[in-house]
């Protein structure tokens, strides 16, 4: 497997979290699910405000059907074996008086991130998926427009490479990142 190399000292949690396809279709406990949101509770967020929103369903809901209905073809090849599909929104609005939050979506990912390296300390696999029909979704779970769809994620137990398809098992790796003077820029921006 890929081993990857950060140009600067960071965390190795941060490092070797990455997003799996093959997963086991084992179930996972209600604490440990629990475990994943309490991380993501504590993300910072703008005046506190706290927008991120998840709506979670088990591989034995009577919704895991529907839910799984909502991925894209190449997603639900593996995503039907996690254990949780979670449905990630945002509330577009501050709390406290009710007026536009520029910033929703931006706090939505750093609990979306907590949760994942939470996950993947608790050696869970997490992968979040844009590949869905964000309308169906909005329909399927009876989300209003005072929130934004943001994406979806699979969470489940490590599962075995041979049980993907051929042409999963080749992406099913650690890939590396764009080096960090090709996304920092000193005193202005520079296309």
Known sequence: ??????????????????????MSGETISKIELMSLFEAARWAPSAFNNQPWRFIYVTRDSK???????????GNKIWAQNGAVLILIFSYKY???NDKSS????????????NL????????????????????KARDFFKITEKYDIEAMLVVG???NLDDLPEKLKEKEKRSDRKRVEQFIFEDFFKE
């Open 1 to 22: 497997m890929y081993k990857r190399n950060p140009e600067y000292k960071v965390l190795d949690l941060i490092v070797n979290r990455w997003s799996a396809r093959a």
């Open 63 to 73: 919704n895991w059907p529907g839910a799984l209905d909502l991925l894209k073809e």
């Open 94 to 96: 501050f709390d406290f």
């Open 102 to 113: 520029k910033t929703h979506s931006f706090d939505t990912g750093a609990a979306v991130e």
């Open 116 to 135: 994942a390296l939470q996950a993947y300390f608790m050696d869970l696999v997490a992968h979040a998926m844009e590949g869905f029909d964000y309308d």
């Open 157 to 159: 137990r490590h599962g």
